[in-house]
Every structure is written in structure tokens, then in C-alpha cells.
């Protein structure tokens, strides 16, 4: 049981380079969330999505574009990365959309 | 809006019991959840409440107030596992989490 993985786990990039974090669930879970966690902030939602082709802004979309062609992925682009973009970003699914969400380990990106 | 708040940092002893409150503005509520969240790793589902009252799963129990705004989180048995930040997450009207700050909870021996 795979569950929800992410890629990179770790990541440097330098300002202004495209950044695409992946997100791969094995659930078949309808609903996909992406939220970057920033110490001394709760976790914020950056965009989600409640189905294939189907994605909606969150809190913090500025900056941040993503895609949902497929139900299990569902990646986030970074198109020109600024230094307030570093982050610990988490990708998690839900079956509906007030189950649980199941989060990935997290990609702990770094802009310099 | 909404508005989350809960203690920044609690320190408590190995084998007590220790609560962590979690008190919130909303004007649309459709639940309450609490994370846990070891240092450095992803945040794991603990406990789901949507009616008031109080939910138990072994050493961990979540209460719920809505008419206060107010939750908890009951962590009997402490053990040194348990050292972790615990997340609040109020799902709003839209179905959407916002998230507390978290607390850092201490366990000492």
C-alpha cells in the first residue's frame, strides 16, 4: 500500500527557475490538496482539486500553477521561484470532502 | 473570517495526562480535526469531531463545544512517542481545513 508519495523530498533551486513538485496517490481518492507549512503559521492551502480537470485556488495560490489530468497525480509548478516560496510543501487526498486527508512526506524546498 | 488559536508550546511529564485546547471563530462549521506531527515528518490523522461531546480512541480523546468554539485534545499515558506538535484544523463551510499554528508538546521523563 503505497498511499500518497512526493517527489522530490528534498530540493535547491536559485530565484526565477521553474520548480515542478510531484504528488502520487494510490487511493483513488476524488480529492487532492497541496499546502505549504512555514514555521509560526498554520498549515496554508495553496491550491486543490475535488476531481479530474477540476482544481480551485486555496489561501495562497500567487505563484503557484497545478494540473490535475489524471486522478492519482497531481503536481504543483513553482513557474519562477522567489526566496518567500521556501517551504515545506505537502501534497494530501481525501475520498471526500470531509473525510480525513492522508498526507505525503512533504518536499522541503530551498530558494536561494 | 476565521480565526484559529491555540497554546504555542506545553510541557508535561511521562505516564500523566496532559489536555490541549484548541478555541476558534467561524462562521460556517462543518468539523473538527486533530493532527499530530512529529518534527520533521508529515501530519498523521488522530480524531474527527462534528457533533458536541467527546470522541476516545485508547490513549487519545477529542472534545468538541460549538456553541464556545472550543475543543480539546486529552492525551492520557503519556509516553515519550508522544513529544510531537498537535495540529487544530476547523473545516469551514467550503469544506476547506484552516489550521491552527499547532502546539509543541514536551514530554519529559
Known amino acids: 500500500d503505497a498511499g500518497i508519495t512526493q517527489s522530490p523530498r528534498y530540493k535547491i533551486t536559485e530565484t526565477g527557475r521553474q520548480v515542478t513538485l510531484m504528488c502520487h496517490q494510490t487511493?483513488?481518492?476524488?480529492?487532492m490538496f497541496w499546502y505549504r507549512q512555514d514555521l509560526g503559521h498554520g498549515l496554508r492551502l495553496i491550491y486543490y482539486s475535488a476531481a479530474a480537470d477540476i482544481t480551485d485556488k486555496g489561501e495562497v495560490p500567487d505563484g503557484y500553477v497545478v494540473s490535475r489530468s489524471k486522478t492519482e497525480n497531481f503536481p504543483l509548478t513553482l513557474e519562477s521561484a522567489t526566496r518567500s516560496q521556501t517551504s515545506v510543501y505537502f501534497c494530501a487526498s481525501s475520498g471526500t470532502e470531509n473525510q480525513p486527508q492522508h498526507f505525503g512526506d512533504g518536499t522541503r524546498l530551498s530558494i536561494l | 473570517g476565521q480565526n484559529i488559536d491555540q497554546p504555542t508550546e506545553m510541557t508535561a511529564t511521562e505516564g500523566a495526562i496532559v489536555q490541549i485546547n484548541c478555541t476558534y471563530q467561524t462562521s460556517g462549521f462543518n468539523g473538527l480535526f486533530w493532527y499530530q506531527q512529529h518534527a520533521g515528518e508529515a501530519p498523521t490523522f488522530l480524531s474527527y469531531n462534528v457533533l458536541d461531546g467527546l470522541e476516545e480512541k485508547g490513549r487519545f480523546s477529542s472534545f468538541l463545544s460549538r456553541s464556545k468554539g472550543y475543543s480539546y485534545l486529552l492525551l492520557k499515558e503519556l509516553q515519550m512517542k508522544d513529544s510531537a506538535s498537535y495540529l487544530c484544523a476547523l473545516m469551514d463551510s467550503n469544506y476547506q481545513l484552516i489550521w491552527g499554528a499547532g502546539t509543541k508538546l514536551i514530554i519529559k521523563p
Open positions: 487511493w483513488s481518492h476524488s480529492y
